[in-house]
């Protein structure tokens, strides 16, 4: 298996669009792809990650997603995650993750959530 990740930019948010499972597979490479584009963003990093195209999460691409905040934070920037599909968005709540990090159901929403952050 394979993981896709579109990046793209609105306005000063940079939004990485991940297609496929996010696994033990895809790990590795998902978190390349999501780090590079942490670093690339501007100081301080508004980063959202768009679950749509994840069809499957284990906790190995949890921790994807958790080491992108961290590196986000870090920056004093913040990471956002939206559009997770049902089955993605149970894991992340049966795991707490979600309290972490809160998934939005749309895009907009997760800009609005990262305008609000003290960054």
């Not at 895009?107 to 305008?115: F, R, T, V, W």
Request: hydrophobic share 50%; glycine share 8%; with cysteine.
């Amino acid at each position: 298996m394979s993981i896709e990740t579109v990046i793209s930019q609105i306005d000063e948010v940079t939004v990485v669009g991940m297609i496929g499972d996010l696994d033990l597979a895809t790990a590795p490479d998902a978190r390349q792809q999501l780090l590079r584009a942490v670093h690339a963003a501007v100081d301080p990093p508004a980063v959202i990650v768009d679950l749509l195209g994840v069809d499957f999460l284990d906790a190995v691409g949890i921790g994807v997603l958790l080491a992108g905040v961290v590196v986000c934070r870090s920056r004093g920037g913040e990471l956002a995650l939206c559009r997770a599909e049902p089955q993605v968005l149970a894991l992340l709540e049966v795991t707490r993750v979600a309290e972490i990090l809160p998934p939005y159901p749309t895009i907009d929403d997760a800009i609005a959530h990262l305008g609000s952050v003290d960054r």
